[in-house]
């Protein structure tokens, strides 16, 4: 083969390298920009699932910890006729329980290692035929968390003379969903019951007060 011959192929084939390369980066860039907002959705919805189970078994542990029960929280005091006459709320002991639990759940999801997820291929093509399928594309996700909780009291007839009072501990928690070159936030929000009595007897006045003062905000 000639210098011009041998000169000419080697110009051909550096003119296929050049087109396959710019083939495969107009690829990786068009793979990348499908691929960022499916796996942040699909990381957002995880992390969500993931604080919701650390959530409630944040509450669990603290409840259990703290041995709370109805009476521990509230006071009912009656008359010798056995008319209720006043339903006291210990709010130190509520403020302390609110505390305690958004304390509990920030430090649990702040321990929560790492988690690696897994998207198959077809999924993050957009493809309705090979949703499910295709080879696994990971990313690792890190959690970290903002929390606030919030102390309510509510008040349901229950039956004549019957009133149902339960106490919840709502939790608002704003999570942060951090991957390699991504970031997202998720907003979970648990409403959870505490504890719970139905109490027997006419409603005095004082405990139609109760449920505007026994809320306790963070």
């Known amino acids: 083969m000639s210098n011009s011959r041998k000169h000419k192929f080697k110009k051909r084939v550096l003119k296929i390298i050049f087109v396959l390369l710019l083939f495969l980066i107009v690829g990786l860039i068009f793979f990348e ?37 109805y009476s521990s929280l509230v006071d009912i005091e009656k008359d010798d006729s056995g008319r209720v006459t006043t339903v006291k709320a210990d709010t130190i002991k509520m403020n302390m329980l609110k505390s305690e639990i958004g304390a509990e759940i920030s430090n649990d999801i702040l321990e929560t ?47 004549i003379n019957q009133t149902l009072h339960e106490i919840f501990v709502n939790v608002n928690a704003t999570i942060y969903v951090i991957m390699p070159k991504n970031s997202a936030t998720a907003e979970v929000n648990s409403n959870y019951c505490i504890a719970q009595t139905v109490i027997i007897g006419t409603v005095p006045e004082t405990f139609a007060d109760f449920q505007n003062k026994g809320e306790q905000n963070e």
């Open 33 to 69: 920009i499908r691929a960022k907002p499916v796996i942040i959705e699909v990381a957002v919805a995880q992390s969500e699932n993931i604080a919701s189970s650390i959530i409630e078994s944040a509450i669990n542990s603290v409840l259990y910890e703290n041995g709370i029960t």
């Open 113 to 159: 290692d790492s988690r690696e997820i897994s998207i198959p291929l077809g999924t993050i093509l957009g493809i309705s035929a090979l949703s499910g399928k295709g080879p696994k594309i990971k990313t690792t996700v890190t959690l970290a968390s903002n929390v606030t909780s919030t102390i309510k009291n509510t008040f349901t007839s229950a039956g």
